[in-house]
């Protein structure tokens, strides 16, 4: 089962401390979809190689280490899903000692990097990377004059392109002149909303991580590009926010940031929150059907009778890593809840632990 972010992140902070004392610690990155029994030949010949290592024990070390790995590799039918991470090595800080370790990691996204090293650190960058901002949300500020379009990561907000429609804001008034010059300017106006359209299009479109798309302008202009549909429907599905805003340059992009917190909150925590709903709303309507404490979860999950296990982000490590073998084993989801949200704290305040039942037991 694929590790969790809060989950990566421990485990990342815990391989950075061990060093090696010469180059012991091998790492093995095995990418979705290759197989497994390729990579398990190629460290046998590596096997073969680290009989040529001068320090009896570093090649001991390097050897038990790809044993370890090898061994684990040959317990698997096929790669995860997701691909496998391994890290193996003698983290002993006592020299003449051995504390030989094995993690096996199936990373929260797929990888998509195959490698082995051995060297004094553990390679951990690929896995890093996970920890990254992995969603974007777009930005577009626009009057019928100019319009910015930018991007939101993480909390930097870039500016990319600023367009300029040429319609001259003033007319001289009278008859036929006035009417002529409207059609001109609503000409001009369509043709501009089509360039933004296709900038957005040409910047957004095919962005895996582009999340959703918030526009800001004054009322009419924003409403008027949006529904009439000069975007493209998969592009327009994205808009989850409109807001009124003045600016249509780069402040006008934090603007609508500032604007929009409330909506990127919700964005974020929204699948949590149904989460949670779902298992006060059992345990309040069907308590047969929920467990909040321990000892009781323990037991239900061996029965295989729950179909989601919950744990606060802070809970118990151990205790976690145990009750995650146990739902991996028993097809159990398992979320993890964060203490951002008024019902993340009140989860905590329960005890940090919860199931939600297929069946009574």
Request: hydrophobic share 35%; glycine share 8%; aromatic share 6%.
């Amino acid at each position: 089962m694929p590790l969790t972010k809060y989950e990566l992140e421990d485990i990342l902070s815990e391989l950075e401390e061990y060093k090696g004392r010469h180059t012991e610690l091998i790492t093995v990155y095995i990418s979705e979809g290759y197989d497994v029994n390729s990579v398990q030949k190629q460290l046998e010949g590596e096997k073969s190689t680290a009989k040529n290592i001068k320090s009896t024990a570093t090649r001991k070390n390097v050897t038990d280490a790809l044993d370890k790995i090898v061994r684990h590799l040959k317990s698997l039918k096929k790669t995860p899903p997701h691909g496998l991470a391994v890290f193996a090595g003698n983290i002993s800080k006592v020299e003449g000692q051995e504390d030989m370790r094995l993690w096996a990691i199936e990373p929260p996204l797929p990888l998509k990097i195959r490698l082995y090293r051995c060297d004094k650190d553990f390679v951990l960058e690929a896995l890093r990377d996970q920890l990254e901002v992995d969603e974007i949300f777009a930005l577009l500020v626009m009057d019928r004059k100019e319009a910015t379009i930018g991007v939101l990561e993480g909390k930097r907000i870039e500016m990319i392109t600023h367009m300029t429609s040429g319609i001259p804001s003033k007319v001289r008034a009278g008859g036929q002149s006035s009417q002529r010059f409207h059609r001109i300017t609503e000409g001009l106006t369509r043709d501009f909303y089509k360039r933004i359209a296709e900038e957005m299009k040409k910047i957004f479109f095919q962005n895996p991580k582009l999340k959703g798309i918030l526009v800001g302008g004054p009322i009419p202009t924003k409403d008027e590009f949006l529904d009439n549909e000069y975007m493209t429907t998969q592009l327009r599905e994205k808009v989850i926010g409109r807001v009124d805003i003045g600016d249509t340059d780069k402040s006008g992009l934090k603007e609508l940031v500032g604007k929009s917190q409330k909506i990127l909150a919700n964005q974020e925590i929204i699948y949590e929150k149904k989460v949670l709903e779902k298992f006060f709303e059992t345990l309040g309507e069907k308590p047969d059907l929920a467990r909040y404490k321990l000892d009781e979860v323990k037991k239900v999950l061996e029965f295989g009778a729950v179909e989601v296990l919950l744990m606060s982000k802070d809970y118990d490590k151990p205790v976690m890593k145990e009750l995650k073998q146990k739902a991996k084993d028993m097809g159990t989801t398992v979320e993890i809840i964060s203490l951002d949200t008024e019902e993340g704290q009140q989860f905590k305040n329960l005890g940090g632990i919860g199931a939600v039942m297929r069946y009574a037991v």
